[in-house]
């Protein structure tokens, strides 16, 4: 496996369902990222951590749940999600958080809430 | 006013035209600017890196920011239909990681 891998690809969950999207990466970086892409909207950072310590939480509803057990890991825990939040969900890794935006990414993980 | 405005297209341009996509910005702090392509089901990659102002050249790929009109502009010479994809531009102030992203422009090269 190679750069930044997501899955499941593709997640159907109800309203009242608990899942968790997984990121691993194989770049040797020490900063992970989890983003959230609607249609026709940008980018939206949900949480960065940085050697495992999160460094960055952008005011995201509880119901989403990070966590980063090491450098190479992240996940997403979802629960009781709401119909908006169908989205494709984006992981990168950079070596730092810098601001020259060498972000990798995964592939993402397609969600929809019904 | 959004930070980042970026026409969502979709734009079509015959094979072989220049292409040119362009995003504004309102924060006059930005001095990271990049462009990522991002092909359907996949995720973004990034393509071009300034910084500050000027011009930077990489194949068929050439990224301009003007500072003083807040516009930064991204060429493709030579457009081949392995080109369409959606372009985002995205960019940061110095000593601030997170990235203002616009919210891509669709490009389709017809063959």
């Known amino acids: 496996e190679t750069g930044v891998t997501q899955t499941p690809r593709h997640l159907v969950m109800g309203m009242t369902n608990k899942k968790s999207l997984k990121c691993e990466q194989h770049?040797?970086?020490?900063?992970m990222y989890w983003y959230k892409q609607s249609a026709k909207k940008p980018l939206e950072l949900m949480f960065v951590y940085s050697l495992e310590e999160r460094v960055e939480n952008n005011s995201v509803p509880s119901r989403f749940s990070p966590e980063c057990p090491n450098s190479s890991h992240l996940f997403l825990h979802l629960h009781t999600l709401q119909p908006e939040d169908s989205a494709l969900y984006l992981c990168?890794?950079?070596?730092?958080?810098?601001?020259?935006?060498?972000?990798?990414f995964g592939e993402g993980s397609r969600l929809t809430v019904l | 006013q959004k930070e980042v405005e970026q026409d969502p297209g979709p734009l079509s341009v015959p094979e072989g035209a220049i292409v040119s996509l362009n995003c504004t910005y309102s924060n006059s702090a930005f001095q990271y600017f990049m462009w990522y392509r991002q092909y359907s089901r996949k995720g973004p990659e990034l393509l071009m890196y300034?910084?500050s102002s000027g011009n930077k050249e990489d194949g068929r790929f050439t990224a301009q920011v003007d500072k003083s009109s807040k516009y930064i502009s991204l060429f493709i010479r030579d457009s081949q239909p392995s080109d369409s994809a959606t372009y985002l531009c995205?960019?940061?102030?110095?000593?601030?990681?997170?990235?203002?992203w616009g919210a891509g422009t669709k490009l389709i090269i017809k063959p």
């Open positions: 300034t910084y």
């Open positions: 770049l040797g970086h020490n900063a």
């Open positions: 995205a960019m940061s102030a110095l000593g601030n990681y997170q990235l203002i």
């Open positions: 990168a890794s950079s070596q730092e958080p810098a601001n020259t935006g060498e972000l990798f």
